[in-house]
C-alpha cells in the first residue's frame, strides 16, 4: 500500500484549514495509510480511521500508520461500504468525512455514496471533504449524487 496522490491534494487541504480541526469529529473512510486523517489527528482533530472490514490488512496498514506516527490512541474501525453493521451504527456524530480517491472502480460508488447517506443522515451537519482522480470520461458521480440528493 502506498499514499495515493489524491491523499496528498487532501492533506494539504487539511493543512490550509488546520485552524479549524482542533476538536472536530473526523471519520476517514477508505483510509488505506491514513495520510489525511493523521494529519487532522497531528492539527487536534479527533479521528476515527476505517476501511473495509473485509480487508483486515488494510486495517493493520491503518494500525501501523497511527503507531508510526505516535496516534497509538486513534480508532480504527472496519466498515464495509454499503453495509449496515454494528460498527457503521455505533460510530459517533461526525463534524467531518474524509474520503481520499475512494471513488476508483465504478462498481463502488454506489456503496460509498450510500454509506455518506446513511452517516449524513445520522448527522445532518456533518461535511464530505473529498478527492478524487477522474480516470475514465464513461463515468460520472453527478447522477449518483444526485440520485442520492446529495
Not at 489527528?41 to 500508520?65: F, M, N, T, W, Y
Not at 454494528?86 to 460510530?91: C, G, I
Not at 446513511?118 to 449524487?145: G, I
Request: proline share 6%; charged share 15%; with cysteine.
Amino acid at each position: 500500500m502506498y499514499v495515493w496522490p489524491c491523499a496528498v491534494v487532501l492533506a494539504q487541504y487539511l493543512w490550509f484549514h488546520r485552524r479549524s480541526l482542533p476538536g472536530k469529529a473526523i471519520l476517514e473512510i477508505g483510509a488505506g495509510v491514513s495520510l489525511p486523517g493523521i494529519l487532522a489527528a497531528k492539527c487536534g482533530a479527533e479521528v476515527i480511521l476505517s476501511d473495509s472490514s473485509e480487508l483486515p490488512h488494510c486495517l493493520e496498514v491503518c494500525r501501523q500508520s497511527c503507531q508510526m506516527n505516535n496516534l497509538p490512541h486513534l480508532q480504527v474501525v472496519g466498515l464495509t461500504w454499503g453495509h449496515i453493521s454494528w460498527d457503521l451504527l455505533a460510530l459517533p456524530p461526525q463534524d467531518i468525512i474524509l474520503a481520499s480517491d475512494v471513488f476508483f472502480e465504478p462498481e463502488d460508488f454506489e456503496d460509498i455514496l450510500a454509506t455518506i447517506y446513511f452517516l449524513m443522515h445520522k448527522n445532518p451537519k456533518v461535511q464530505l471533504w473529498s478527492t478524487y482522480q477522474v480516470r475514465s470520461a464513461d463515468w460520472s458521480l453527478e447522477a449518483l449524487l444526485y440520485k442520492w440528493d446529495m
